[in-house]
């Protein structure tokens, strides 16, 4: 239960999304059988391999199942996007029903955007009518379980990172803010990306961001969150060695309008990586409290922009 760099980001060359031709992209049709739950159910993504660089996925929702209950139509797609200097490859989930336009960046864990349980979290997320990007920070070199941490780390440059990081969003504010189809966007990050959720923001100068939610964050860097200018919502558990709790409520003097949010005996990942009963009972809690922050923050504010 809870209780209560310096690179900025450039607008000059466009970015490119690589797409197949209509002949190349697969759809699935999947009969979801109700409420999604992260521990009983996963999301029902699918993980055959093609050889196909874009995957689409919908699901076919049952008459009886309530819409706020269950995933609605949701459609994923691989994407490539460039610079003249560089190109990272990405996931991008889209609501096809009750799309509310609205962009999400979604920075993952140290498993990388092909990462199941990442996947699983971002679709849950498209199918309350959200456009969700997920980037490849890693240069498709994610870290492995039982491998040196401190070795893998020293192998993405920080300066790399968010130079690609920096791609993304550019791409996201090209197709939802600057098309005019969205106010702002929202960025969510877990673990790893939780702390380059915070270095993201302390470098939004140009306020391209509404809110953000950071879920168990590492190595957050507590000098830079004075530059960071949108609520965040903190959550964690109190049993989490590498998110002090002490070190989020710093955090949440220093940003304003932030919250945090603790569950007791919680440990690292479980509102995405839920491995008991219990632990999924608290998963689906904090994503309850994601989605009312994210609606607040950005889909409540545009509408009354409209």
């Known amino acids: 239960m809870a209780s209560s760099s310096t690179l900025a980001f450039s607008t000059a060359a466009p970015l490119h999304t690589i797409r197949p031709p209509p002949s190349r992209l697969h759809y699935r049709t999947l009969n979801f059988p109700g ?14 391999k093609t050889t196909s660089r874009v995957l689409c996925r919908q699901v076919k929702l049952e008459d009886n199942v309530d819409g706020d209950e269950a995933c609605e139509l949701v459609n994923g ?4 996007i460039e610079d003249s200097q560089d190109s990272i490859r990405a996931y991008l989930f889209k609501a096809v029903k009750n799309n509310n336009s609205i962009g999400l960046l979604l920075l993952s864990d140290v498993f990388g955007f092909e990462d199941s349980s990442t996947r699983d979290f971002a679709y849950r997320i498209a199918c309350n009518g959200y456009n969700v990007l997920v980037p490849d920070m890693f240069q498709g070199n994610p870290w492995k379980l039982g491998h040196p941490i401190e070795q893998w780390l020293a192998k993405q440059p920080p300066e790399r990172v968010a130079r690609d990081i920096n791609m993304a969003v550019k791409w996201l504010t090209d197709e939802f803010t600057a098309a005019g ?16 959720l915070i270095e993201t923001l302390a470098r939004d100068k140009q306020a391209i961001f509404g809110t953000a939610v950071c879920f168990y964050g590492t190595r957050m860097n507590t000098n830079i ?15 989490d060695h ?10 949440e003097k220093i940003i304003k309008g932030s919250k945090v949010v603790i569950y007791n005996g919680r440990g690292h990942g479980f509102a995405h ?25 950005l889909a409540l504010s545009k509408n009354l922009v409209h």
């Open 35 to 48: 409420k999604c739950t992260m521990y009983r159910q996963k999301c029902l993504f699918l993980t055959e």
């Open 77 to 80: 797609a691989e994407v490539v």
């Open 181 to 196: 189809i969205s106010q702002k966007l929202g960025i969510i990050g877990f673990c790893y990306g939780g702390g380059r």
């Open 225 to 239: 969150a004075k530059d960071v200018k949108v609520p965040v919502l903190f959550v964690c558990g109190d049993n």
């Open 242 to 251: 590498l998110c002090p709790v002490s070190e989020l409520r710093e955090l």
């Open 273 to 297: 990586r839920p491995e008991s009963q219990e632990e999924d009972e608290d998963a689906e809690d904090a994503f309850g409290l994601m989605r009312s922050w994210l609606h607040d923050s």
